[in-house]
């Protein structure tokens, strides 16, 4: 919210998702939405619609109650079951964008939409060496502490990332 607030300031924040009301609300033209991805993510808990992902049935039903003109989605490479429960509900299949394709990092993601668009994205995927720069203030240098909790042996070779010790990410 703060993020938000700073870049776009005259930006009305409603709250509490699940204390929204359609009622209360003005004719929307897009609505924007993706649950929490933990419970549906093949890195998560797995519970699916029963973790924190079920936060997704608010979207569904402010979706049925406001009947936007448009609307978006967004949320994880999932199981096929619970991708095709989320395709039922929003009466459209997703599509597939990987975030390589703009910025240097490999996240499958599913976009579930009215809004006609081409599947038209460069066909190379970016490098971190694509937007590192060579001169830095050292305020954004990563303190000992930071340092600490990543594996920092590593050389830059193509498709690498930065892991943390335990590995998780």
């Known amino acids: 919210i703060q993020i938000t607030q700073k870049n776009y300031p005259n930006t009305i924040q409603l709250g509490d998702v699940t204390q929204i009301k359609a009622s209360d609300l003005p004719k929307i033209d897009l609505l924007i939405g993706g649950s929490p991805c933990q419970s549906f993510s093949n890195a998560g808990n797995g519970k699916g619609f029963d973790g924190k992902s079920g936060l997704i049935y608010h979207y569904f039903r402010l979706l049925k109650e406001t009947k936007p003109t448009y609307f978006l989605l967004e949320n994880v490479k999932m199981k096929k079951e619970w991708q095709d429960i989320i395709s039922e509900e929003m009466k459209v299949k997703p599509i597939e964008i990987n975030s ?20 038209v994205f460069p066909n190379k995927s970016h490098s971190i060496e694509s937007i590192l720069e060579d001169s830095v203030s050292e305020e954004y240098y990563l303190t000992e502490t930071q340092q600490s909790k990543l594996n920092l042996d590593f050389s830059w070779k193509e498709n690498e990332i930065i892991t943390h010790k335990s590995g998780k990410h």
């Open 100 to 119: 390589k394709y703009f910025v240097p990092q490999n996240r499958p993601r599913l976009y579930w939409t009215n809004i006609s668009c081409e599947s």
